[in-house]
């Protein structure tokens, strides 16, 4: 059974960082794209990005050249490192993965969510 656990979210000031982790056990790991969707409140829930088991990697726009998704493999974990946050980014971030490791990214799992809140 594949369980994925986040790490790392809280509060931050606008401008400021936050790294998070997606801790994920089962055989999966290392052949799965792994990705983070997030909700924020009043939305609809949005994939922000994922990165395949090759290290291609995909952003939402409103994340582009802020965000950075990476993995390591031999920890079975996957970061997200957030940068120059805004208000906008307050939401639930969620770590996912997918059965297999391609560029088709649908989720079949899903974590239990993390918090982040930046304030103005």
């Known amino acids: 059974q594949v369980q994925l656990v986040e790490s790392g979210g809280g509060l931050v000031q606008v401008g400021g960082s936050l790294r998070l982790s997606c801790a994920a056990s089962?055989?999966?790991?290392?052949?799965?794209?792994m990705g983070w969707y997030r909700r924020a409140p009043g939305k609809p829930r949005e994939q922000v990005t994922f990165?395949?088991?090759?290290?291609?990697?995909n952003y939402v726009n409103s994340v582009k050249g802020r965000f950075t998704i990476s993995r390591d493999n031999a920890k079975s974990t996957v970061y997200l490192q957030m940068n120059s946050l805004k208000p906008e980014d307050t939401a639930v971030y969620y770590c996912?993965?997918?059965?297999?490791?391609?560029?088709?990214?649908?989720?079949?799992?899903w974590g239990q969510g993390t918090q982040v809140t930046v304030s103005s």
């Open positions: 990165i395949t088991s090759g290290g291609y990697t």
């Open positions: 996912v993965a997918d059965r297999d490791g391609t560029r088709d990214f649908y989720p079949s799992y």
């Open positions: 089962g055989k999966i790991f290392s052949g799965a794209s």
